[in-house]
Structures are given as C-alpha cells and as structure tokens.
C-alpha cells in the first residue's frame, strides 16, 4: 500500500500571504495525485487532480505542482474561506488508492 | 447539476450490518463508476471499494474483503455500500463519491462526493 504524508499537521498564514502545503508518496506515484479541500461538516471538494490541473471551478489562486514521490498544493493569496483540511491523495497504485493524514489551514 | 444524496445517519450495535443508500441525478448514472469512501473521527479518509455502474463489476479494499458489498440499482440511478460484523472502529462518516472517468476502468480520483451518512457502532 501506498502511504501518503503530509506537512505541516497544522499551518498558520495571515489573510493575503502565500499557504505552501507537502506531500510525500512511499513509492512513484507519477502525475496521479489528487488534492481536496474539507470544510467542517462537509465533504471534501476536489481542487486538483493530475498533480496540476485544477477542477472545474476552483479559483486559480490554488496551483499544485511535483511528480514521483513529492507534491505541492500552494494558495497564493490566502481568503479567509480558504480555512479547512486539504487531503492528498494518490491513484497510481491501487486497490487501495489512498489519502494523506491532512494539513489545516488556519487563518492568522 | 450533478447530485449525490445520502441515506441518513444510523446507530447499529457491534456484530450487526448497515447499508447506504447513494442517489445520484444530473447525469448518466451507468457511464460513471461510483466509490465509497468513509472517514473514521479524526481520521484520513479511507477508501473502501467501487462499482461499475455500467456492469456491476466491483472492486474492494483487502482492508474491508469479506465484510464489504457494494450493489448498484440502475433503475433508480443509486448505489448501495453494505458493511457487516460491524465494530466499535466502522464508526465513521461515509461517502459516495464518483469517478469522473466515462469508460470501463476508474481513473481512482472523485470529482462529486455525497453530502456523507454518520454510521455509529455502539452497544
């Protein structure tokens, strides 16, 4: 199975500053991570997929990057409707496909 | 627009089974696989296996082999997740979520999730 680790636990960013979130796959992974957003009490919302591209809808003020082993999701100019838990997630190796532990974002 | 909608919250005692009702609208229901997905309190999210909904094929997580059955009913576009010999530890958020890939095999990412049914095992 594929372990998915991420850091920081916890990040806190001043509305208006740059939120830079990693995540790290045990093995090659390629492009095929994903990035969600969740609210609470909400289910989690797809921001980016194909380690890149952002979904359909989603502001360009998230961007992901990385290939292999290490990925990125930065925010740019952090609002404060940008507070939540961001899950990676990968979907090279599977069954199962599987989710990183999570990062907050907490607004400063 | 596409919709997801959950069956509501249930409490079931250790060793029973429940079941989880996902309807979904707004598009084709048999060109999209669908998955399951729960998340234990405090916990990453985990996934538990998916449908074709064109076929019925499924596949499962070796985590929950055994215990897992997930059905589809095409006629009224909803997909069901059956989990029995339920434990204290199944207590969890779960969720439908679909795959945005159109053809036979699952890209394995989520693009609509269902809004989640709280399952909780207690005595």
């Known amino acids: 199975e594929t372990v998915m680790t991420q850091s920081p636990a916890t990040l806190s960013v001043s509305p208006g500053e740059r939120a830079t979130l990693s995540c790290r796959a045990t093995q090659n992974v390629g492009s095929n991570l994903a990035w969600y957003q969740q609210k609470p009490g909400q289910a989690p919302r797809l921001l980016i997929y194909a380690a890149s591209t952002r979904a359909t809808g989603i502001p360009d003020r998230f961007s992901g990057s990385g290939s292999g082993t290490e990925f990125t999701l930065s925010i740019s100019s952090l609002q404060s409707e940008d507070s939540a838990v961001y899950y990676c997630?990968?979907?090279?190796?599977?069954?199962?496909?599987?989710f990183g532990q999570g990062t907050k974002v907490e607004i400063k | 627009q596409v919709q997801l909608v959950q069956s509501g919250a249930d409490v079931k005692k250790p060793g029973a089974s429940v079941k989880v009702s996902c309807e979904t609208s707004g598009y084709t229901f048999t060109s999209y696989a669908l998955h399951w997905v729960r998340q234990a309190p405090g916990q990453r999210l985990e996934w538990m296996g998916w449908i074709n909904a064109g076929n019925g094929d499924t596949k499962y997580s070796q985590r929950f082999q055994g215990r897992v059955t997930i059905t589809s009913d095409t006629s009224a576009s909803t997909a069901y997740v059956e989990l029995s010999s339920l434990r204290s530890e199944d207590t969890a958020v779960y969720y439908c979520?679909?795959?945005?890939?159109?053809?036979?095999?699952?890209?394995?990412?989520?693009?609509?999730w269902g809004q989640g049914t709280l399952v909780t095992v207690s005595s």
């Open positions: 997630q990968q979907y090279h190796h599977w069954p199962p496909w599987t």
């Open positions: 979520a679909r795959d945005p890939s159109g053809g036979s095999s699952p890209w394995g990412f989520f693009d609509y």
